[in-house]
């Protein structure tokens, strides 16, 4: 099973900027699978925010992120990132990496992400 680690988050002003990243390992072929990012804000659903196709070739957006928000891979890393920028309130959350089960499938519902990590929180002060 694949391990996720989650790192980046923390206190940021409004129309800051962060900078997530997610390393995988435990897992043999990491470039096989796509990989997102989700995020749950306080009372709420956790939320896709962004997915990357195995090779990078990809990418996906919830509209609330589009155009500030912005996902990358490091196959040779087996690591993510989420780029954030022109952040708000209503970013603040905890921000979760995932792996799905199947491998070469995208965009990939978010039932079938399987593999989590501890999470990573945001906070987006006004």
């Known amino acids: 099973q694949v391990q996720l680690v989650e790192s980046g988050g923390g206190l940021v002003q409004v129309g800051g900027s962060l900078r997530l990243s997610c390393a995988a390992s435990?897992?043999?072929?990491?470039?096989?699978?796509?990989m997102a990012w989700f995020r749950q804000a306080p009372g709420k659903e956790r939320e896709l925010v962004s997915a990357?196709?195995?090779?990078?070739?990809?990418?996906d957006y919830a509209d609330s992120v589009k155009g500030r928000f912005t996902i990358s891979r490091d196959n040779a890393k087996d690591i993510i990132y989420l780029q954030m920028n022109s952040l708000k309130p209503e970013d603040t959350g905890v921000y979760y990496c995932?792996?799905?089960?199947?491998?070469?499938?995208?965009?990939?519902?978010?039932?079938?992400?399987?593999?989590w990590g501890q999470g990573t929180q945001v906070t987006v002060s006004s």
């Open positions: 990357i196709s195995w090779n990078g070739g990809r990418t």
């Open positions: 995932a792996s799905p089960r199947r491998t070469f499938y995208f965009p990939v519902p978010p039932s079938d992400f399987d593999a």
């Open positions: 435990g897992r043999r072929s990491f470039d096989v699978y796509t």
